[in-house]
Nanobody, 118 residues
Framework: VQLVESGGGLVQAGGSLRLSCAAS????????MGWYRQAPGKQRELVAITSGGGSTNYADSVKGRFTISRDNAKNTMHLQMNSLKPEDTAVYLC?????????????WGQGTQVTVSS
């Protein structure tokens, strides 16, 4: 599975961005997909995740502002980010989970930079 993110950029506080993640390869085997972010000097953290069944979960810091969506027919996932804050500045990474039997595989994209200016 290969993942490619796009849609990052520079935006003012209060603005919006829409990130996309395009999956290729053995996409039929993907279970959960999610967005993570990593700011300089900080640990990678979960932003939002969507399961194979369509349920979603969000970090408390983004609830009500971010929306994760997934289009299985197009093998894409999106993250709509509204009311952005400077603390949302980070590299955002796409993540996909594949489970084969008892083995769990995790794939990552290269990331896309999101910078929110105050």
């Amino acid at each position: 599975v290969q993942l490619v993110e796009s849609g990052g950029g520079l935006v003012q506080a209060g603005g919006s961005l829409r990130l996309s993640c395009a999956a290729s390869g053995s996409t039929f085997s993907i279970n959960a997909m999610g967005w993570y972010r990593q700011a300089p000097g900080k640990q990678r953290e979960l932003v939002a995740i969507t399961s194979g069944g369509g349920s979603t979960n969000y970090a408390d810091s983004v609830k009500g502002r971010f929306t994760i969506s997934r289009d299985n027919a197009k093998n894409t996932m999106h993250l709509q980010m509204n009311s952005l804050k400077p603390e949302d500045t980070a590299v955002y990474l796409c993540n996909a989970e594949v489970v084969v039997g008892r083995t769990r595989y995790v794939y990552w994209g290269q990331g896309t930079q999101v910078t929110v200016s105050s």
